[in-house]
């Protein structure tokens, strides 16, 4: 909630102490954004390895993130289903199971351009 006695860079900064708390909170409980998180560290490595362009860093890191958000929505999704739905119910499933498809559909996109910048390079070892 918004505090009527912060200014705008001190509201700014508290909102962005949210953030971080946030973003702790997921890799530290949540399976899939370590699971992402490790993929994109292994892309990084990769990355310097194979020498990309700065286009191809573009790619990748806006891919990357893309995916993380995808996780990071999907996740608040399913937190706040589970909230107001604690049991099974169909309709709560059926919510969850459209949420998950965005960090599937990141994922694979993610792959494909992964084998745009990739596929070439490995193919020039052999």
């Known amino acids: 909630m918004k505090n009527p006695n912060h200014g705008f860079f001190k509201g700014r ?12 909170l997921l890799t530290t409980t949540e399976d899939s954004i370590k699971v992402q998180l490790f993929i994109a560290v292994i892309a990084t490595i990769l ?10 860093w573009m790619f990748q890191i806006v891919i990357i993130g893309i995916v ?10 399913e937190k706040v289903a589970d909230f107001i739905h604690p049991d099974y119910h169909e309709k709560i499933g059926f919510i969850k199971d459209i949420a998950a498809a965005a ?4 994922a694979i996109t993610s792959l494909i351009i992964a ?6 390079k490995i193919t020039l070892l052999f």
């Open 115 to 120: 084998g745009f910048i990739y596929i070439p």
């Open 103 to 106: 960090p599937s559909f990141a």
């Open 47 to 56: 990355g310097f390895y194979f020498n990309i362009s700065n286009i191809e």
């Open 68 to 77: 993380l958000v995808a996780e990071a929505l999907n996740t608040a999704i």
């Open 13 to 24: 900064l508290h909102s962005f102490k949210f953030a971080l708390r946030g973003i702790w």
